[in-house]
């Protein structure tokens, strides 16, 4: 209903860019599959944000986020923008935190959204990794 699952027909709906947002909610326009590419393009080719030991972690880019998203502050207000709850998604065996890509445009609109990534070289055990994820969610800074 909310398009929140992958094999939901809605999900390619929210993987599209701000542009075309409003127009998928009245279901007018359909993202073309060059679209849907670049926008998964765009999360593999995504710069890390953090590092804690072999997990690279990115906070999502809310490009685009849906437009009901909290505006920002107008520039001269001094009242900071509500801070929202922290969300670390964490990938299966795939592990470059894309396969949920479908949902990340509307969760960002109500989370803080960052996930996880490892490198295909990377041979670190389970414990591992497990320690970085526990360690970043730790991190006094968050």
């Known amino acids: 209903e909310h398009g929140l699952f992958l094999h939901s027909p809605r999900a390619l709906h929210l993987s599209a860019p701000r ?7 009245a279901g007018e326009v359909e993202p073309t599959a060059t679209e849907i590419v670049d926008f998964i393009r765009d999360l593999y080719d995504q710069p890390t944000d953090e590092t804690h030991g072999p997990i ?10 849906a437009t009901s998203a909290t505006p920002p502050p107008s520039p001269g207000s ?14 299966g065996l795939e592990f470059s935190g894309v396969s949920a890509a479908g ?12 996930r996880c990534r490892v490198t295909p070289s990377d041979r670190s055990s389970f414990d591992d990794l497990a320690r970085a994820v526990v360690a970043w969610i730790n991190d006094p800074a968050r």
Not at 19 to 25: G, I
Not at 78 to 91: G, N, Q
């Open 19 to 25: 542009s075309l947002v409003s127009p998928l909610a």
């Open 56 to 65: 690279e972690f990115l906070q999502f880019d809310d490009r685009y986020a």
């Open 78 to 91: 001094t009242t900071p923008p509500p801070r929202k709850e922290l969300l670390l998604y964490v990938p």
């Open 103 to 114: 949902q990340f445009p509307l969760l960002a609109t109500r989370y803080d959204l960052w």
